[in-house]
């Protein structure tokens, strides 16, 4: 059972209030893959771009089909309510809470996830590694509620060559591992959501991949206390880490704890390895980290000043001053928006929000 004690919604349910996303600029990606991801504005929006959001809501929509009756709304009031009250056993005591969270909170993310990487907002160096036939390794932090599993396998199906058209040596076969850490007990979702992935008895249009090239799997670990073996080995393979909607609630519980998880990376990961970090625009003010420290209250593990700082220079100064990492995306505030051919559609059920995000992406260095 989730135990944040920053919830994933709670940081998330006060964004996009804040300022108004410009619809009239769309997010017009960079990268090699420009003509495989949104152009202009959502009249232009690829096709084969929008069919592969509406797979990943036909995932998720699939997958928790048993949940989408007329009590849900009730249901996900239930767990809302509790986020807010900060009651994280009452929000998840029971495999429905949990699942409710995910169609309610984890979808407008895998979306985003999907075209973050199809479209080379994360640069084109990640965009690069989903389209060769290496086999790929990702570890996501604090990654169990499902946005990472669909939006990465999402990319990888979407950005995978035919195995036709490989290169001398880009002869590999491909396959995609995804391991997840958080210290919450999200297996059952990830669990649930890989055996979507991989039913090939499910009628297309859907995520393509093949089960004997593909494994996900969900460690419960909390990543500010010490790593198991698992975890140091994931990290150890990983071609890229990432820690999405994640470093800010690290920060709240414990700003020493989590400076010295940050400054481990280096020695855990290998040369090369990419490090992503997406979280919500506007750093420690979304994060309630001054205002409690300010009141001299906190459940927190730690109270302590951060003096302001925001999350992304907090991030380049503990990474990079000591050259162990090159900073290769560097984006403070990002409109990511649900595209209006979903909205207009109807294509989901339930909410899916625009959200402004801090973007970082960082390229481990050699060893000295
Ligand atoms: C806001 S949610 C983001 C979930 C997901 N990454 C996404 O983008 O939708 C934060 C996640 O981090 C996990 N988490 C928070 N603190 C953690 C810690 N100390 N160790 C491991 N996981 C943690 C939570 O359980 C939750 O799944």
């Given at each position: ?24 600029k ?11 991801a ?34 849900l ?17 009452a929000a ?5 809470k ?14 985003a ?44 199906s979407?950005?995978?060559p ?20 958080d ?11 890989y ?16 089960k ?35 470093a800010?609630?690290?920060?709240s ?14 020695a ?5 390895a990419?490090?992503?970090?997406v979280?919500?625009?506007g ?11 300010s ?11 951060l ?18 990492w ?5 984006q ?20 899916l ?11 481990r260095?050699?060893?000295?």
């Amino acid at each position: 059972m989730p135990q944040s004690r920053r919830p994933p919604s709670s940081a998330s349910l006060s964004k996009g209030k804040r300022s108004k996303p410009d619809n009239k600029k769309r997010n017009s990606p960079t990268g090699q893959n420009n003509n495989n991801a949104r152009k202009g504005d959502d009249d232009n929006i690829n096709p084969l771009v929008l069919s592969q959001f509406k797979t990943i809501l036909n995932t998720f929509q699939h997958t928790f089909s048993h949940l989408f009756t007329p009590e849900l709304p009730q249901i996900i009031q239930a767990v809302k309510q509790s986020l807010y009250l900060r009651d994280y056993v009452a929000a998840f005591d029971s495999p429905e809470k949990l699942q409710a969270y995910v169609v309610r909170w984890s979808v407008a993310r895998a979306l985003a996830y999907f075209e973050m990487i199809s479209g080379g907002w994360w640069s084109e160096d990640v965009t690069r590694i989903f389209t060769t036939n290496r086999r790929l390794s990702v570890t996501c932090v604090g990654g169990g509620a499902g946005a990472e599993i669909v939006g990465i396998t999402a990319a990888y199906s979407f950005l995978k060559p035919p195995v036709t058209t490989t290169t001398t040596e880009d002869k590999e076969d491909g396959g995609l591992d995804l391991t997840f850490l958080d210290f919450a007990t999200w297996a059952p979702i990830t669990d649930s959501l890989y055996t979507t992935l991989t039913d090939s008895t499910i009628e297309k249009p859907k995520i393509s991949i093949d089960k004997s090239k593909f494994s996900a799997k969900c460690y419960q670990q909390d990543i500010l206390t010490p790593l198991s073996e698992s975890t140091i080995s994931s990290m150890a393979s990983a071609d890229i880490v990432t820690i999405l909607f994640t470093a800010g609630e690290l920060y709240s519980q414990s700003p020493t704890a989590t400076t010295k998880f940050f400054m481990s990376l280096h020695a855990l990961t290998k040369p090369g390895a990419l490090l992503v970090v997406v979280d919500s625009a506007g750093g420690f003010e979304d994060l309630d980290v001054l205002n409690k420290n300010s009141q001299g209250s906190s459940n927190d593990r730690e109270s302590k000043n951060l003096g302001g700082y925001k999350l992304g220079f907090l991030l380049d100064k503990t990474l990079t001053n000591r050259e162990q990492w090159t900073t290769i995306v560097s984006q403070d505030a990002k409109w990511w928006r649900v595209p209006q051919g979903i909205k207009d559609n109807g294509g989901y059920p339930l909410e899916l929000e625009n959200m402004r995000c801090l973007i970082r992406v960082y390229r481990r260095d050699g060893d000295p």
